[in-house]
């Protein structure tokens, strides 16, 4: 008797860890859909595509408005089941019939909390202090359908996006290999999600990584390892050039006398003071020229701070 079939709709490294959990399980993989790598972004995790390939699975790559075609291809295969794991469009109703058995999606968090686009970004920036992955079926309505399985991760004070990201990968990994075998058989728990109001977070975009030096410290530092590289980083302007701040880490230091945000210099580091009179240590930054020079910076800065707008 043959194993279980199910077509695969995934990217990044979710995508490919799940895929080979799928494999590995035994499952019957006629097809994988992924997308095309974004040249404007920098790609720092794994290709499903290379990974499909090396299994000598079939992949499709649909172009904009092509669903039709994929709807009717997929309804010829009637996959017992369809997976998106990290695929980056909303699956319309018509796919999601094709699947005979569950059509199941992997989010990055814990649902119902943080819903739609970039979900470990958004957990870091909103300073929580855990996220993890959840297993859920597919509706018309993204991240909303019955939980299967869900697995916490924490999320360290220090730790950066990439960081999460990979504990998470984990999770997800985790979450599905103890669940494949219940979704075979039949046996798999349905939880109902409370939707509420605010639980829904839309993309990110390279804009909303701007230092507002008014925030206190402790949200600053939030939004910086939120965004860090490969990620497009926070940034500010110091004097009219342009600063990419990538790692910081809050400070006990006392803040310069006078209010308001401001650049400091201190025992050879480089320093922020912050809304709220908090202050945070600058670790790692860059300008158009490369890598800042904190040691000169903070000679020079020492007697004479500069504002931050």
Not at 26 to 51: C, F, K, M, N
Not at 270 to 291: E, F, K, N, T
Request: glycine fraction near 10%; aromatic fraction near 8%.
């Amino acid at each position: 008797m043959s194993g279980p079939t199910a077509v695969v709709f995934a990217y990044h490294d979710v995508g490919v860890r799940c895929l080979k959990a799928l494999l590995s399980a035994g499952v019957e993989i006629p097809l994988v859909v992924t997308v095309a790598d974004d040249p404007h972004e920098q790609r720092w995790y794994a290709s499903v595509a290379e990974t499909a390939a090396d299994y000598g699975l079939e992949v499709t790559v649909p172009a904009a408005g092509a669903s039709g075609a994929l709807e009717g291809r997929l309804h010829a295969l009637k996959p017992d089941f369809l997976f998106s794991f990290y695929y980056r469009s909303l699956l319309p109703a018509g796919l999601l019939a094709s699947a005979r058995r569950g059509a199941l999606n992997m989010h990055g968090s814990l649902l119902p909390k943080y819903r739609g686009r970039a979900p470990v970004n958004w957990a870091i920036l909103k300073g929580e202090s855990e996220t993890g992955a959840t297993l859920h079926h597919m509706v018309e309505q993204a991240d909303a359908g019955d939980i299967v399985d869900q697995l916490a991760v924490p999320i360290l004070a220090d730790d950066e996006a990439r960081e999460v990201f990979a504990k998470v990968t984990v999770a997800a990994e985790t979450i599905l290999v103890r669940s494949l075998p219940q979704l075979v058989a039949g046996t798999a728990a349905r939880h109902p999600q409370r939707i509420l109001p605010g639980q829904y977070f839309g993309r990110r975009t390279p804009e909303d990584g701007r230092i507002d030096w008014s925030r206190p410290a402790r949200e600053i530092h939030d939004l910086v390892r939120a965004v860090a590289p490969p990620f497009p980083g926070a940034f500010t302007e110091v004097g009219g050039e342009r600063w990419e701040i990538h790692r910081t880490r809050p400070s006990e230091r006392a803040p310069p006398r006078q209010p308001g945000a401001w650049l400091f210099g201190a025992d050879g580091g480089l320093y922020a003071a912050c809304g709220g009179g908090g202050v945070l240590r600058l670790l790692r930054a860059a300008d158009a020229r490369g890598p800042l020079d904190f040691a000169r910076l903070s000679q020079a800065l020492g007697a004479r701070p500069a504002p931050l707008g």
